[in-house]
């Protein structure tokens, strides 16, 4: 993991709580429940994005 990258992320107490109870329930690590977060919502775009493609 010579290439790894550090990712600081921000929460608020509920969403962590929730993060980590789901997390716990998959028992995954950090690192792998975010990495199957982004494989599985791929196609998803936050509002603030899709409303920044629809201004332009």
């Not at 709580?17 to 982004?38: C, D, N």
């Amino acid at each position: 993991m010579g290439n790894s990258k550090r990712l600081t992320l921000s929460l608020s107490p509920e969403d962590y709580e929730a993060f980590e109870s789901t997390r716990g329930k998959l028992g995954l690590e950090r690192a792998q429940y975010i990495k199957h977060l982004m494989a599985v919502n791929k196609e998803f775009k936050p509002p603030a994005i899709r409303d920044r493609e629809i201004i332009k």
